[in-house]
């Protein structure tokens, strides 16, 4: 290696130059770190470059970034980065073992009206309170697919706890998805933004809208699939790169097959649940009041709580 010019950049590594660089770059690779984690599958999409050649840049960024098999405390140390953000209410926080985490996805599904965008609008206010208050000190990142992203209501979440509305949502970026297509590439090219920003938490409300409305037909459920794969990947990488907690929502459909139990299931299936970290399943119940579910968890005890929805925000049930 001494002999060879020093790598410095994404363009330095071998088999790169300018122009695919330029080209990782439009699709969200932007850093080393992002091309050490990619497949040469996807990373020889983005470029429009063969697959062996990706997988010489992927081993290339690896070896500059020195990455390999690690010893288990550096695995904890970076465990030990993980941050939590509070939901609003103790009930749920305690459900998901603290807040949502950094470094994971974290799903909820659930009818409409269950609760999952008022979530995420508490998310959006409280990851920007400091840390011993259950926020991050970071900004959101909210790709809103059903246009339900309402500013009005967030800045009514921040009154209730005495901010500045308008602080607040000076530090929300958002953007509409208006389709599948869309939707991937804003969540690619999300890297830089979260870097730049100090964004915290991303929010996608929802994951599948998108993806359901794209592929209506039977014949089209395999690509639907597999688009869907390739997105929630991006999500997942861009959870542990970069620190950050990924927040989804997902809508059910109805189950006719089902006759006892809840007849409903999250869209997507099984794809979604192999990239969610935690799952949760949100219902109605009376009133203001919604329960939550954890659904196949590795690291969270099976369990359910409930919750409000109220107009100051996300709330206990003995809270005013
Ligand atoms: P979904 O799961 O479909 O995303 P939402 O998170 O949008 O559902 O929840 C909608 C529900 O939240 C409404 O039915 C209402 O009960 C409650 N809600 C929305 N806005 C307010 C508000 N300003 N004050 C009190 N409750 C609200
Ligand atoms: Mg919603």
């Not at 299931?265 to 990239?275: A, L, R, S, V």
Request: aromatic share 6%; hydrophobic share 40%.
């Amino acid at each position: 290696m001494s002999s060879m010019k020093k790598i410095e950049s994404v363009a330095d590594l071998p088999g790169v130059g300018e122009k695919i660089a330029e080209k990782l770059k439009n699709a969200g690779y932007i850093d080393m770190m992002a091309i050490a984690a990619a497949s040469p599958l996807e990373l020889s999409a983005a470029a429009e470059i063969g697959e062996p050649t990706a997988a010489k840049i992927i081993n290339a960024a690896r070896e500059v970034l020195d990455i390999g098999y690690e010893k288990a405390t550096e695995v904890l140390k970076r465990r030990e980065l993980i941050g939590k953000i509070s939901t609003g209410s103790k009930n749920l926080n305690n459900l998901l073992g603290g807040g949502i985490e950094t470094q994971s996805v974290t799903e909820m599904f659930g009818q409409f009206g269950s609760g999952k965008t008022q979530i995420a609008f508490q998310l959006a206010v409280n990851v920007q309170r400091p840390v011993e208050d259950g926020g991050l000190n970071g900004n959101c990142l909210f790709l809103d697919a059903e246009n339900t992203f309402r500013p009005d209501r967030i800045k009514q979440m921040a009154d209730a706890l005495e901010f500045d509305g308008t602080e607040v949502l000076n530090n929300i970026y958002t953007a509409r998805c208006y389709n599948s297509d869309h939707q991937m590439i804003l969540t690619e090219k999300a890297g830089e933004l979260i870097k730049e920003k100090n964004i915290k938490l991303l929010i996608v409300d929802s994951v599948t809208s998108n993806f359901r409305a794209d592929f209506i037909g039977r014949g089209e459920l395999a690509a639907r699939q597999q688009k869907l794969n390739r997105h929630l990947h991006t999500l997942q990488r861009l959870s542990d790169v970069y620190n950050v907690a990924v927040y989804i929502t997902n809508q059910v459909m109805s189950r006719p097959d089902i006759l006892f139990g809840d007849p409903t299931t999250p869209i997507g299936g099984h794809i979604i649940g192999h990239f969610s970290t935690h799952r949760l399943y949100l219902r109605k119940s009376k009133a203001d009041t919604r329960i939550a579910r954890i659904v196949d968890s590795p690291s969270l005890a099976e369990g359910e709580t409930v919750f409000r929805v109220t107009p100051e925000g996300i709330r206990d049930p003995e809270e005013k």
